[in-house]
């Protein structure tokens, strides 16, 4: 699936339509340069699910949870990760495997320990306001 996202008035929709292109999946990568908005769509995606919780970029704590009514949701950036081993140290396995949903910036910091099944979002900037994001399973 292609959406093109021309401002940010449009995230709300795109975060319902990206949930619903996932199924049952809980586990979403996403790809795309620093700045292309990662950050941005996982908040519009937790609000969406129901978290009224701030959330924020987890550079610097790797890891953040956001509650709803019903589960948790993990939101992860490994921007920062020297080396996979780290995210074996932070217990990522934990995280991945616990049915809860689960967001990842930065995935490819971590290629070997990604799981079998999940969904890939990639954002690509056009412009200051226009992206283009690529949803596949």
Not at 61 to 84: G, M, P
Request: glycine content about 6%.
């Amino acid at each position: 699936m292609q959406i093109k996202v021309e401002n940010s008035s449009a995230l709300p929709d795109v975060a319902q339509q990206i949930l619903s292109f996932a199924g049952e999946e809980k586990i979403f990568l996403f790809y795309g340069e620093m700045g292309a908005g990662k950050t941005t769509l996982i908040n519009q995606i937790s609000l969406a699910l129901g978290t009224k919780d701030h959330t924020s970029s987890p550079t610097f704590s790797i890891v953040n949870e956001y509650k709803t009514d019903h589960e948790s949701i993990f939101h992860f950036d490994f921007y920062r990760l020297k080396n996979q081993r780290e995210a074996l140290d932070l217990g990522y396995e934990d995280y991945f495997y616990s049915g809860n949903y689960c967001f990842v910036e930065w995935p490819e910091k971590i290629p070997d320990l990604l799981p079998e099944s999940f969904v890939k979002i990639e954002i690509v900037v056009h412009s200051e306001n226009e992206r283009l994001i690529n949803i596949t399973k």
